[in-house]
């Protein structure tokens, strides 16, 4: 019963990281970037798949709840970065901080990321 609650809270913390990166995902494939997407999960999945054969020997089902949710923070971040780099639209909760500050210089004006495409 203790290993199944502490894989639980392992869990939750992935959906944190899931939700402080936003709708990176959806963005994406509002723009047309449904390969970029594709690429990045495919390779979370990767990396998710050789952590738990790593962890399970060691830690049992809370490692591959933590490699669950080490997998699911790199996907996260890293859509995130492309959602940025791609779009300008900055979908995470770390948006709040900065486009309040330049809106409120100038509430006219559309923020974009630095290298954007247009």
């Not at 594709?38 to 050789?50: E, L, R, W």
Request: glycine share 12%; charged share 5%; proline share 4%.
């Amino acid at each position: 019963m203790a290993g199944g609650y502490a894989a639980l809270m392992v869990v939750a913390l992935a959906m944190l990281s899931v939700a402080m990166f936003g709708p990176a995902p959806q963005i994406l494939a509002i723009h047309n970037a449904h390969t970029g997407s594709a690429i990045v999960m495919n390779g979370g999945m990767a990396i998710t798949v050789a952590l738990m054969l790593g962890f399970y020997p060691f830690f049992g089902i809370v490692g591959v709840a933590a490699a669950y949710t080490i997998g699911s923070f790199a996907v996260s971040l890293v859509l995130w970065r492309y959602t940025l780099h791609r779009t300008g639209i900055d979908c995470s909760i770390f948006a709040l901080k900065t486009g309040l500050a330049a809106h409120k210089a100038n509430p006219l004006t559309v923020i974009r990321a630095p290298g954007a495409y247009e």
